[in-house]
Nanobody, 116 residues
Framework: QVQLVESGGGSVQAGGSLRLSCAAS????????MAWYRQAPGKQRELVAA???????NYPDSVKGRFTISRDSANNTVYLQMNSLKPEDTAVYYC??????????WGQGTQVTVSS
């Protein structure tokens, strides 16, 4: 089992930056994949960034070049650096950890609001 605690959300103007943190309760190298998802009001939850235990990352086109996922193994923390934020990036952002296909964990979410 793993607990995930997100932090770093807030309000920012368009063009600004935020960094989200996700602290895991166990070694992140024991987790097959960690990721960030977001969910805007009335929309489905969508993937915004992922990193595997081997360090492979992937991003959807909507955030590629603006968002960067990284990790700090010493602190069991995964980060999401978000630059050039747009109003359409406004959402609740969730940290996700996949141990196996049947062991998937979520954080409580953190609000990101981007004003124009």
């Amino acid at each position: 089992q793993v607990q995930l605690v997100e932090s770093g959300g807030g309000s920012v103007q368009a063009g600004g930056s935020l960094r989200l943190s996700c602290a895991a309760s166990r070694s992140i190298f024991s987790i097959n994949r960690m990721a960030w998802y977001r969910q805007a009001p009335g929309k489905q939850r969508e993937l915004v960034a992922a990193i595997t235990s081997g360090g492979t990352t992937n991003y959807p086109d909507s955030v590629k070049g603006r968002f960067t996922i990284s990790r700090d193994s010493a602190n069991n923390t995964v980060y999401l650096q978000m630059n050039s934020l747009k109003p359409e990036d406004t959402a609740v952002y969730y940290c996700n950890a996949i141990m196996t296909l049947t062991k998937i964990y979520w954080g409580q979410g953190t609000q990101v609001t981007v004003s124009s």
